[in-house]
């Protein structure tokens, strides 16, 4: 079936617009994750989504940072006031209940000017 | 927050030998460990899962896991200039979780 989409691929926006990325995770997958890489780094967890349940927004770096699930389908990550330092690739993962592999999509690459 | 480390490399290795990468982790509780690929420029695809003690065996990947040593590796057999990339080994973040704690990543590269 179709893996993790995400969009969109790429987002070039100016310094304080908001701008608002879109995950799609594989069908029947409970579970879904957002990260965060910047160029040449590791993966950086924001948020985390299982079913019904209260998201874990630990990994949120400031509150300009949020995240919405609709059920268990699509998620929107929302940056406000974007800066130049949350230029970065943002990573989409879902995972199957009951398992811990988890699958990316393609990302989508945010660059602030 | 548990931890897993990686050598960051590059390791480099001539086509046609054995690559071994390694990854140690802090959480002796940790039951099952994941390996990703990264192209440059692209996202992590899931390689190799491996849940118990051993070996475990896919095509020319291997991945070993040392629950002992807290040590998991991946040995990947006849290098191919396509298996250049970067290399993330992970973990569950606590006994449990079902959120993984990923390395930094080891940069492969195979001298043709």
């Known amino acids: 079936g179709a893996g993790v989409s995400q969009s969109p691929s790429n987002k070039v926006t100016e310094k304080g617009k908001d701008v608002e990325l879109r995950c799609d995770p594989i069908s029947g997958h409970t579970a879904l994750y957002w990260y965060r890489q910047r160029l040449g780094q590791g993966l950086e967890f924001l948020i985390y989504?299982?079913?019904?349940?209260?998201?874990?927004k630990s990994g949120l770096p400031s509150d300009r940072f949020s995240a919405e699930r609709t059920g268990e389908s699509v998620s929107t990550l929302t940056i406000q006031r974007t800066q130049q330092e949350d230029s970065a690739v943002y990573l989409c993962?879902?995972?199957?209940?009951?398992?811990?592999?988890?699958?990316f999509g393609p990302g989508t690459r945010l660059t602030v000017l | 927050q548990k931890e897993v480390e990686q050598n960051s490399g590059p390791l480099s290795v001539p086509e046609g030998a054995i690559a071994s990468l390694n990854c140690t982790y802090s959480?002796?509780?940790?039951?099952?460990f994941f390996w990703y690929r990264q192209y440059s420029g692209k996202s992590p695809e899931l390689i190799m899962s491996?849940?118990?003690?051993g070996d475990k065996e896919d095509g020319r990947f291997t991945a070993q896991l040392n629950k002992a040593s807290q040590y998991v590796s991946l040995l990947i057999r006849d290098s191919q200039p396509s298996d250049s990339a970067t290399y993330l080994c992970a973990g569950p973040n606590g006994a449990g979780s079902y959120q993984l704690t990923f390395g930094k990543g080891t940069k492969l590269s195979v001298i043709p």
């Open positions: 993962a879902s995972r199957l209940d009951m398992d811990n592999e988890q699958f």
């Open positions: 989504f299982q079913g019904n349940s209260a998201p874990d």
């Open positions: 491996i849940y118990s003690n």
């Open positions: 959480d002796r509780g940790s039951q099952s």
